[in-house]
């Protein structure tokens, strides 16, 4: 009975540090967002666009399905660089800028912009923010707003320049990143 309990016992280790090691990053990512202080994201916007705002199309914006159920995601000039994701009633719940738009804006008004240095982030929102790896963009930092129930992410380069920034609502947007 006791080789039974001992094999038992050291199945359930192997099996943990398995898991462990399969999502340490997802594992890391949730953690950190418990004991990160607190950054108001409330005030950043794309454009005079922020998240909680009403959208309104003009004809710069292509409507697109988006992955998920009751969302829309408008391309800004079908030029998958920026997007705009509401929910049923156009409320904004996302705003992901992913490469540099021609002839339009590729910074948000605060002055956070695409291939911005981390340190350069940092003088502008702060140090309170946490790094972990993702599938989508590897390396990234993430800045959360606990009050508004906002998260800001952003892919980072192996020299720590900001390769994409999402800002989105985590109660009605599950980005997946």
């Known amino acids: ?66 992955d998920f159920p009751k969302l829309t995601d408008y391309n800004q000039h079908g030029m998958n ?25 590729s910074y948000f008004d605060n002055g956070l912009a695409m291939y911005m240095t981390l340190s350069k982030v940092k003088h502008l929102l702060g140090n309170n923010y946490i790094t972990f790896n993702t599938e989508k963009y590897g390396k990234a930092a993430m800045y959360i707003d606990k009050k508004h129930n906002y998260k800001l992410l952003l892919g980072l380069s192996d020299n720590d320049t900001v390769t994409a920034i999402v800002l989105f609502n985590k109660t009605q947007y599950d980005y997946q990143y």
């Open 81 to 105: 660089a920026f997007y705009v994701t509401t929910n049923a009633r156009d409320d904004i719940v996302g705003l992901k800028l992913l490469d540099r738009v021609p002839n339009c804006h």
């Open 1 to 66: 009975m006791k080789k039974v309990w001992k094999i038992s016992v050291a199945m359930l280790f192997i099996l943990v540090v398995v898991f462990v090691f399969l999502y340490r990053d997802a594992l890391k990512e949730r953690i950190s967002s418990l004991t990160v202080r607190d950054t108001d994201l409330s005030q950043i916007a794309y454009d005079r666009m922020s998240l909680g705002r009403k959208f309104r199309n003009d004809s710069s914006y292509t409507e697109q399905q988006s």
